[in-house]
């Protein structure tokens, strides 16, 4: 009896040990799946906040224009009636100021003369190439005022039939170094801002490179060109194959989203439009969205700049396979997939 009064108690000890056990062991489960659901919100916080920063930079696609639309911020575009000193204007039309802002090699060439080709339109180049026009905040702003006064001459210069003045300025010649100064000078005199953005980095490199190894080889007929008009011409550049450095070329992708991001950030509340280089190749209808922001006339705008790097990024990086492995799996992996 003594016996079988000591067995049943041994299973009692075994079952309420083995309740404690599967407690512990909820209780253990249930931490875990506490700190797991706070790693995958966090985790998914931090993708949210890099795509919104992502999406700032890449405007996706510019949607058909209207006049309230949110990239241009306002509707409003000032006419100025410039005074020239170096010689006299005889018309009274009234213009529009704007300025083009853009990094090297991502067909900003292409598109001012496109903007060239309107009766109406003086893109006067890029003035801030000459370094002595940007030696400081003064020098630049009396450079500006020269331009938007129409005293700077140049070959685009359509001194009476202008109804649009305006330039192109590259981010690393003096723009970024003063934006608060220049984001002023803007505001003040109604300047609207034409972003122009090249979306895969990648190419742009291959131009850069490429465009690099001219300076030096000087391959049509010991002349360097950074723009062809033939498609002979562009065949011969597109010869020359770049090898990238891949140990700093997520770093060096990763910088060009960074400075044009910043640019983006500088001058947002200003009057402007985005316009991206692939919508414009695969949708000629994006000039009219820019006539429109400039108050221009439609009118049929052409360039005989021809394109120099076509088809695959593959056939025009020698270490492709490089390449390709270090961008795959990472943010940067989507530049290996445009075509065009």
Known sequence: M?????????????????????????LLVLICAIVYGIYVYSTYLKHIHIEKKREFLEFQVIKAFHYNNVVYQSPIAHLHHPKPKTFNRYTRKPVRLFVIMSMQRSGSGWFETLLNSHM??????????????????????????????????????????????????????????????????????????IFFLRRNMMRRLVSILANSFDKDARVLNGIHVSHVHSHGEALLLSRFKPTINVTSLKSDLGKMESTAMKA????????????????????PYKLTQVEDFLKLPRMKLSSRQVKIHKGPLSEHINNWKDVNKTLIGTTYERYLRSDY
């Open 264 to 283: 983006l950030e500088y001058f947002n509340c200003t009057r402007h439009i985005i316009v991206y280089y692939e919508d414009l190749i695969n949708n």
């Open 2 to 26: 003594v016996e079988l009064v000591y067995f049943f108690y041994k299973v009692a000890v075994i079952l309420r040990s083995r309740k404690k056990c599967l407690r512990v062991l909820k």
């Open 120 to 193: 109406n339109i003086s893109s006067n180049g890029e003035i801030f190439g000459q370094k002595k026009r940007r030696q400081n905040l003064t020098s630049i702003i009396n450079t500006l005022d020269r331009v938007y006064n129409m005293d700077l001459i140049t070959s685009s210069t359509k001194n009476d039939c202008s109804a649009a003045i305006g330039f192109k300025w590259m981010l690393n010649q003096g723009l970024m170094e003063y934006p608060k100064e220049i984001l002023d000078y803007f505001s003040k005199r109604g300047v609207s801002i």
